[in-house]
Protein backbone atom coordinates (compact mmCIF):
# COMPACT_ATOMS: atom_id res chain seq x y z
CA UNK A 1 0.00 0.00 0.00
CA UNK A 2 1.84 3.35 -0.94
CA UNK A 3 0.63 5.69 1.68
CA UNK A 4 3.19 8.37 1.41
CA UNK A 5 0.10 11.02 1.65
CA UNK A 6 -3.10 9.10 2.81
CA UNK A 7 -5.92 10.62 4.94
CA UNK A 8 -8.59 9.07 6.44
CA UNK A 9 -11.65 8.45 4.59
CA UNK A 10 -9.33 9.37 1.00
CA UNK A 11 -9.80 5.76 0.14
CA UNK A 12 -12.62 3.96 -1.01
CA UNK A 13 -12.02 1.06 1.74
CA UNK A 14 -11.54 2.98 4.53
CA UNK A 15 -15.19 3.41 5.59
CA UNK A 16 -15.88 3.45 9.11
CA UNK A 17 -16.54 -0.08 10.68
CA UNK A 18 -20.06 -1.68 11.29
CA UNK A 19 -21.82 -3.02 14.01
CA UNK A 20 -19.70 -6.58 14.49
CA UNK A 21 -16.59 -5.52 12.56
CA UNK A 22 -13.83 -2.94 13.13
CA UNK A 23 -11.46 -1.60 10.50
CA UNK A 24 -8.31 -1.15 11.53
CA UNK A 25 -4.64 0.10 9.68
CA UNK A 26 -2.01 -2.21 9.72
CA UNK A 27 1.71 -1.35 10.11
CA UNK A 28 5.10 -3.32 10.88
CA UNK A 29 7.71 -2.94 13.05
CA UNK A 30 10.70 -5.28 12.00
CA UNK A 31 8.58 -8.77 11.47
CA UNK A 32 5.82 -8.08 13.69
CA UNK A 33 2.70 -7.02 12.33
CA UNK A 34 0.47 -4.12 14.44
CA UNK A 35 -3.02 -2.38 14.08
CA UNK A 36 -4.96 0.32 15.26
CA UNK A 37 -8.50 1.24 14.66
CA UNK A 38 -8.70 3.42 11.09
CA UNK A 39 -10.63 5.57 13.12
CA UNK A 40 -7.91 7.05 14.97
CA UNK A 41 -6.01 7.62 12.01
CA UNK A 42 -6.03 11.08 10.69
CA UNK A 43 -3.14 11.42 8.06
CA UNK A 44 0.03 8.85 6.72
CA UNK A 45 3.22 10.51 5.92
CA UNK A 46 6.74 9.74 4.86
CA UNK A 47 9.28 10.17 7.90
CA UNK A 48 10.72 13.38 7.41
CA UNK A 49 12.53 14.27 10.56
CA UNK A 50 11.74 16.00 13.74
CA UNK A 51 12.15 18.73 15.87
CA UNK A 52 13.94 16.94 18.92
CA UNK A 53 12.84 18.25 22.30
CA UNK A 54 15.09 18.55 25.44
CA UNK A 55 14.12 16.28 28.79
CA UNK A 56 12.01 13.52 26.88
CA UNK A 57 11.44 9.82 27.02
CA UNK A 58 14.49 8.10 24.29
CA UNK A 59 10.69 6.70 22.44
CA UNK A 60 9.88 10.37 21.77
CA UNK A 61 10.96 11.46 18.84
CA UNK A 62 10.31 15.21 18.95
CA UNK A 63 7.85 17.12 17.71
CA UNK A 64 6.28 18.43 14.01
CA UNK A 65 3.79 20.88 12.83
CA UNK A 66 1.61 19.67 11.18
CA UNK A 67 -0.52 22.24 9.42
CA UNK A 68 -0.34 24.41 12.76
CA UNK A 69 -1.05 21.50 15.22
CA UNK A 70 2.37 20.58 17.16
CA UNK A 71 2.21 16.48 17.12
CA UNK A 72 5.04 14.70 18.97
CA UNK A 73 6.19 11.53 17.58
CA UNK A 74 7.10 8.70 19.03
CA UNK A 75 9.25 5.79 17.91
CA UNK A 76 6.91 3.06 18.24
CA UNK A 77 10.14 0.15 18.46
CA UNK A 78 11.38 2.07 21.35
CA UNK A 79 8.42 2.09 22.94
CA UNK A 80 8.32 -1.36 22.90
CA UNK A 81 12.24 -1.83 24.38
CA UNK A 82 13.76 -2.23 21.17
CA UNK A 83 15.63 0.79 20.21
CA UNK A 84 15.92 3.77 18.17
CA UNK A 85 14.22 3.11 14.46
CA UNK A 86 17.32 4.29 12.19
CA UNK A 87 14.63 5.94 10.31
CA UNK A 88 15.19 6.45 6.95
CA UNK A 89 12.67 8.35 4.01
CA UNK A 90 11.40 4.98 3.22
CA UNK A 91 9.99 4.64 7.31
CA UNK A 92 6.43 6.29 7.96
CA UNK A 93 4.30 8.64 10.96
CA UNK A 94 1.03 7.46 11.24
CA UNK A 95 -0.56 10.71 12.94
CA UNK A 96 -3.67 9.24 15.19
CA UNK A 97 -5.95 11.02 17.65
CA UNK A 98 -5.35 10.20 21.09
CA UNK A 99 -8.64 11.64 22.78
CA UNK A 100 -8.49 15.47 22.02
CA UNK A 101 -4.45 15.84 21.62
CA UNK A 102 -2.45 14.18 18.40
CA UNK A 103 0.10 11.96 18.51
CA UNK A 104 2.31 10.43 15.71
CA UNK A 105 3.95 7.00 15.64
CA UNK A 106 6.79 6.46 13.72
CA UNK A 107 6.75 2.52 12.09
CA UNK A 108 9.01 0.52 9.30
CA UNK A 109 5.49 0.28 7.10
CA UNK A 110 1.98 0.72 6.83
CA UNK A 111 0.69 -2.57 5.04
CA UNK A 112 -3.11 -3.08 5.10
CA UNK A 113 -6.31 -1.89 5.86
CA UNK A 114 -7.85 -5.07 7.66
CA UNK A 115 -11.92 -5.59 8.32
CA UNK A 116 -11.78 -7.70 11.39
CA UNK A 117 -14.96 -9.11 13.14
CA UNK A 118 -14.88 -8.15 16.96
CA UNK A 119 -15.50 -11.96 18.06
CA UNK A 120 -12.03 -12.51 16.44
CA UNK A 121 -10.21 -10.48 18.52
CA UNK A 122 -8.50 -12.18 21.55
CA UNK A 123 -7.23 -10.82 24.83
CA UNK A 124 -3.39 -10.58 25.14
CA UNK A 125 -1.78 -13.14 27.09
CA UNK A 126 -0.45 -12.36 30.23
CA UNK A 127 3.34 -12.22 30.88
CA UNK A 128 6.34 -10.06 31.35
CA UNK A 129 6.28 -8.65 28.14
CA UNK A 130 6.37 -5.19 27.63
CA UNK A 131 4.34 -5.85 24.41
CA UNK A 132 1.55 -7.19 26.31
CA UNK A 133 0.73 -3.89 28.51
CA UNK A 134 0.61 -1.82 25.16
CA UNK A 135 -1.88 -3.91 23.42
CA UNK A 136 -5.51 -4.35 23.48
CA UNK A 137 -6.00 -7.70 22.00
CA UNK A 138 -4.56 -10.00 19.07
CA UNK A 139 -6.23 -10.64 15.77
CA UNK A 140 -4.75 -13.41 13.22
CA UNK A 141 -4.63 -11.99 9.80
CA UNK A 142 -3.52 -14.03 6.82
CA UNK A 143 -1.14 -16.78 8.79
CA UNK A 144 -0.09 -13.52 11.14
CA UNK A 145 -0.29 -12.56 14.66
CA UNK A 146 -1.56 -8.91 14.79
CA UNK A 147 -1.35 -6.96 17.82
CA UNK A 148 -3.83 -4.44 18.15
CA UNK A 149 -2.02 -0.76 19.82
CA UNK A 150 -3.80 0.00 23.22
CA UNK A 151 -3.10 3.78 21.93
CA UNK A 152 -3.77 5.65 25.75
CA UNK A 153 -0.98 3.29 27.23
CA UNK A 154 1.43 3.99 24.61
CA UNK A 155 1.45 7.82 25.35
CA UNK A 156 0.66 7.63 29.18
CA UNK A 157 2.89 8.73 31.11
CA UNK A 158 4.80 11.13 28.81
CA UNK A 159 1.43 14.10 28.74
CA UNK A 160 3.56 16.35 31.12
CA UNK A 161 7.04 15.93 28.39
CA UNK A 162 4.92 16.70 25.11
CA UNK A 163 1.91 19.17 26.26
Do not use: C
Not at 15 to 28: K, P, R, V, W, Y
Not at 36 to 45: A, D, P, Y
Not at 100 to 107: A, I, P, R, S, T
Amino acid sequence: MDVAEYRYGDADGAAQATGDTMQLIAFSIGEQVYAVEITTVREIRAWSGATPLPRTREFVRGVINLRGTIVPIFDLRARFGAGLTDATKNHVVIVMSVGEKWVGMLVDAVSDILTIPQNEIHAVPEGESMDSDLLKGIVTHDEKMVGLIDLPAIVAGVKAEVA
